[in-house]
């Protein structure tokens, strides 16, 4: 059977259920299904658990419309990468875990279509789904419209609907006079009551849905797509970038650092008195961010300059030394941030400062082992994004808000308005604590959907605590 308006290709794929390969769930109704569910278990609810489940709900679905091409084991990984990512968002919903839980289902879609078991093949696939995906709802969507006959004039087809809708009107308005319930809602269709039909912002959470789940559920027709080979990283170069120009900059660079190491070694590490007025802690302020800064700008030009050191023994050793005098400088810029916190206590943004300046020393660490052991530039790229991601994981995992409400009050930098205008996440610390008060209610899970590991635990610590103190 052939339905009018689909192509025969899409019919191969299984997108029509009459056309459907056997043991293949048609798309569509796996959409439908994925739409009620994303309605039920996310809009109108505060995000916990039903986000949790809803995303869970995608990639089964996904895995219907390839159990038949996909083998056990693969599948095994795809679902564990999934249940990984899937955990941030059990202890709690946030921008970092819903991220998290986006990229897993990119990752376990990849599984779903990718030839190749490795996890460059796997991290071209999920790169390439946003545009593919797109592509292929486009085309989806313009091969899929269905038109009157070529033949049919405006008359012919006025004609053939002038019957159904006239008498299909004339069963509807004797259906509302013998029926109240009928006449109220014809009523509140037609001054359009919001309890009676959906809200635009309802109707535009189901299309956003729709937009962002079917192209998973048409991987088997974007294979050739995704699988594309792909061309090996190669670094940019220009006239500016020479052999030349990097020796220059080499020699000047490592002098330049040498004198910033050099200061940072006396006022830091040995003791050395400050110029009179200034304090640490403003020495420490005015360095730690501009010098991040300055040892990230190193690190790409370490990158670009590789190319041009590899025979030339005395530019390789310039460029470790010049890196390791980066290294030095991030660990100055780490101490001149404790010092800071130290003076002025922990903030969300000093807390971040400390995670990426700790990143930034361990690539460039990443970036000598990638250059002693003779591997390419796309060996320190990928380990570098996969420690950042490590790092993102594991922050999205821990409670920064206590922790900063903790450390402050412990040390005693109460800064009630910065304290209490924390999330939730820093109360049980502030009821805790005697040096602070302040009017926050904890909220709570009003079904099963909103329900949140952190959340369950702040409440769990505060009923404690409340117990404690009476």
């Known amino acids: 059977m052939v339905v009018r308006g689909v192509p025969e290709r899409l019919a191969k794929d299984g997108w029509w259920l009459d056309d459907a390969p056997p043991r293949r769930v048609s798309p569509i109704w796996l959409l439908l299904a994925l739409l009620i569910c994303a309605d039920q278990l996310v809009w109108g609810v505060?995000?916990?658990?039903?986000?949790?489940?809803?995303?869970?709900?995608?990639?089964?679905?996904?895995?219907?419309?390839?159990?038949?091409?996909?083998?056990?084991?693969?599948?095994?990984?795809?679902?564990?990468?999934?249940?990984?990512?899937?955990?941030?968002?059990?202890?709690?919903?946030?921008?970092l875990s819903v991220g998290f839980a986006l990229l897993g289902l990119a990752a376990f879609s990849a599984c779903m279509i990718t030839s190749e078991w490795d996890a460059s093949a796997l991290l071209r696939v999920m790169a390439r789904l946003p545009g593919a995906g797109l592509a292929q709802t486009f085309g989806d969507v313009r091969d899929a419209r269905v038109s009157a006959p070529s033949k049919a004039t405006l008359w012919q087809v006025f004609a053939d609907w002038l019957l159904p809708v006239a008498i299909g009107g004339a069963f509807i308005i004797l259906m509302a006079v013998a029926n109240p319930v009928v006449d109220t809602w014809l009523a509140r269709l037609a001054a359009l009551e919001t309890g009676f039909s959906p809200s635009v912002g309802r109707v535009v959470f189901w299309c956003l849905t729709a937009l962002a789940t079917w192209p998973l559920l048409r991987l088997t027709a974007m294979t050739k797509m995704l699988q594309r080979p792909s061309r090996q990283l190669v670094l940019p170069q220009s006239g500016l970038v020479n052999g030349r120009s990097v020796s220059r900059a080499l020699v000047?660079?490592?002098?330049?650092?040498?004198?910033?190491?050099?200061?940072?070694?006396?006022?830091?590490?040995?003791?050395?008195?400050?110029?009179?007025?200034?304090?640490?802690?403003?020495?420490?302020?005015?360095?730690?961010?501009?010098?991040?800064?300055?040892?990230?700008?190193?690190?790409?030009?370490?990158?670009?300059?590789q190319p041009f050191v590899g025979d030339r023994p005395l530019l390789r050793v310039l460029l470790y030394i010049w890196i390791a005098q980066t290294v030095l400088l991030v660990l100055s810029s780490i101490l001149r941030l404790d010092l800071y916190v130290?003076?002025?206590?922990?903030?969300?943004?000093?807390?971040?400062?400390?995670i990426w300046m700790v990143l930034v020393a361990l690539g460039l660490v990443l970036m000598i082992m990638q250059m002693v052991g003779g591997q390419h530039v796309s060996w320190f790229v990928a380990r570098a994004a996969g420690l950042g991601m490590l790092a993102l994981y594991a922050v999205s995992l821990v409670n920064v808000d206590g922790l900063i409400a903790r450390h402050n009050l412990a040390v005693g930098k109460v800064d009630a308005f910065y304290l209490c205008n924390l999330s939730e996440g820093a109360l049980a610390a502030i009821a805790a604590d005697d040096q602070l008060s302040c009017m926050r209610w904890v909220s709570h899970p009003q079904d099963w959907r909103e329900w949140g590991f952190r959340n369950a635990r702040l409440r769990r610590s505060l009923a404690a605590i409340d117990e404690v103190q009476r």
């Open 46 to 95: 505060t995000a916990g658990l039903g986000f949790v489940v809803c995303v869970f709900a995608v990639a089964l679905a996904v895995y219907l419309t390839r159990r038949c091409e996909v083998p056990r084991s693969r599948a095994m990984v795809a679902w564990a990468l999934l249940l990984v990512s899937l955990l941030p968002s059990v202890d709690l919903v946030q921008p």
């Open 252 to 305: 000047l660079f490592n002098l330049i650092f040498a004198v910033q190491s050099l200061l940072d070694a006396s006022y830091l590490w040995g003791g050395v008195s400050l110029p009179e007025g200034m304090t640490y802690a403003e020495y420490a302020h005015r360095g730690a961010y501009p010098l991040l800064a300055v040892a990230l700008l190193a690190g790409a030009f370490a990158l670009m300059s």
């Open 342 to 354: 130290e003076a002025y206590g922990l903030t969300r943004l000093r807390f971040a400062a400390f």
